[in-house]
């Protein structure tokens, strides 16, 4: 088991992405990220190396993010402006101006419809889009299969397309 200092060094930003990805907000995102980290301390006689450290992280991540959602009944979700903030370039340099701001706004529209697909859907796609996780690591992440994980990212995928026009990009 590394030192508890390393896997904090290794595994903090992972998990305030994680967050940031649930919460939409790079505070909450922060604070949800100690909070992780307190409960792992407290816990990290319960992790028995069945899967990643970083897996289990999350899992702390994310039973973090859902007390926090019972003590503030807070389940305001609209928030995309991270993404946009993260580096997404959208625009090319030889597209005309109308034609860059037709793609941003229709990145913003398929952002806002990830964010109204009910749970998990939206917090699964965003886990396989933004993160990269494999399915095994979301199903372990909601303690189900890889198979359920698969097919729930395949359902959103699906919701997504019903809403979203993406004729226009």
Known sequence: MEDLSEIYKSYANEVKLFLLCLTSSEDLAEELTQETFYQAVKSIHRYNGECKISVWLCQIAKHSYFDYLKKAKHRNHTSIDYLIKTGVDIRSKEDLPDIAMIKEST???????????????????????????????????????????????????????????????
């Open 107 to 169: 990145l913003r529209e398929i952002h806002q419809e990830i964010r109204q697909l009910q749970q998990p859907y939206s917090e699964i796609f965003l886990l396989r889009i933004t993160m990269n996780l494999s399915f095994k690591e979301i199903g372990d992440i909601y303690e189900k299969s890889e198979n359920w994980a698969r097919v729930t990212y395949y359902r959103a995928k699906c919701k997504l397309v019903e809403k979203v026009d993406l004729d226009e990009l």
